[in-house]
């Protein structure tokens, strides 16, 4: 792992969260705020990001209540927020399901749920937000991750195969983004690490989260893209291994066999 350094003031910026009413989420909401952000949360629960609202009290956070889960909640709040703000810089999804539930236990509907928020409302939010950013020359998105499918556990099966999705549907995302024309829209996976939320009752508490998502969202032009941050630090992957085939070709070339 390796440390990059941030540039990106925040002052002003407009911030989208999602997941904002609780958790990491709200801890993410409070820090950006206090940094002089506005940040629009969205949220199932209205009663929670109002909360959240009153506690971070300096007027920079807006609420859009909506389900993740239904393609025309997130159309709503993106429509709001370029309604209201006529942009977004920096987008954050943090919304996730985690039921705790055997594979078989778990019915086809209930599975194909936790994929929907997890991934696909994702990938929604990334399609409506990702065009104006490139129109604007700036933006970032960042995906928060986990390293759950690297070392599954029991009862987590559709949790862990939303986030090996996510890494790779970043990654993916990222490499459609010309790095010569838009040097400044950066598209990276976020490892909050483990947190005490409804999820868990274990790990840190969710404030300690944001001094790493701060740094990766202020992230400069031509900086890392594409790539893994666990919490501040850029994970370095090994490249993938090539296969039979290729390690044949490989050799051919070297002894001059290749056509």
Request: with cysteine; net charge positive; charged share 20%.
């Given at each position: ?75 709503r709040l993106f429509a709001e927020v370029n309604a209201r703000f006529g942009r977004i810089d920096i987008l954050i999804n943090n919304a996730a399901l985690y039921p705790k539930v055997p594979f078989l236990a778990a019915s086809p509907e209930e599975w194909a749920q936790v994929l929907q928020v997890n991934v696909i409302a994702m990938a929604h939010c990334c399609r409506i937000a990702l065009p104006g950013m490139l129109e604007r ?123």
């Amino acid at each position: 792992m390796t440390s990059i350094q941030s540039s990106v003031p925040l002052a002003n910026k407009i911030v989208v969260i999602t997941g904002a009413g609780s958790g990491v989420g709200r801890g993410l909401a409070e820090g950006f705020c206090r940094d002089g952000a506005t940040v629009v949360g969205f949220g199932r629960t209205a009663a929670d990001l109002e909360a959240a609202a009153r506690q971070i009290g300096n007027g920079r956070m807006h609420c859009v209540a909506g389900d993740l889960a239904r393609p025309a909640d997130i159309e709503r709040l993106f429509a709001e927020v370029n309604a209201r703000f006529g942009r977004i810089d920096i987008l954050i999804n943090n919304a996730a399901l985690y039921p705790k539930v055997p594979f078989l236990a778990a019915s086809p509907e209930e599975w194909a749920q936790v994929l929907q928020v997890n991934v696909i409302a994702m990938a929604h939010c990334c399609r409506i937000a990702l065009p104006g950013m490139l129109e604007r020359g700036f933006g970032r998105v960042l995906n928060v991750g986990s390293f759950a499918h690297r070392g599954p556990i029991p009862s987590s099966s559709a949790y862990s195969a939303s986030k090996a999705a996510v890494s790779v549907l970043t990654k993916c995302i990222a490499l459609e983004v010309d790095r010569v024309r838009y040097p400044d829209v950066l598209v990276n996976e976020f490892l909050p690490g483990v947190t005490r939320t409804r999820m868990s009752d274990q790990g840190a508490d969710p404030a300690e989260v944001y001094p790493h998502a701060k740094h990766v969202a202020t992230l400069p032009a031509n900086g890392p893209h594409g790539v893994i941050f666990d919490r501040s630090e850029l994970v370095l992957e090994n490249p993938p291994r090539r296969g039979v085939r290729g390690m044949a070709g490989a050799l051919a070339r070297r002894l001059g066999l290749s056509r």
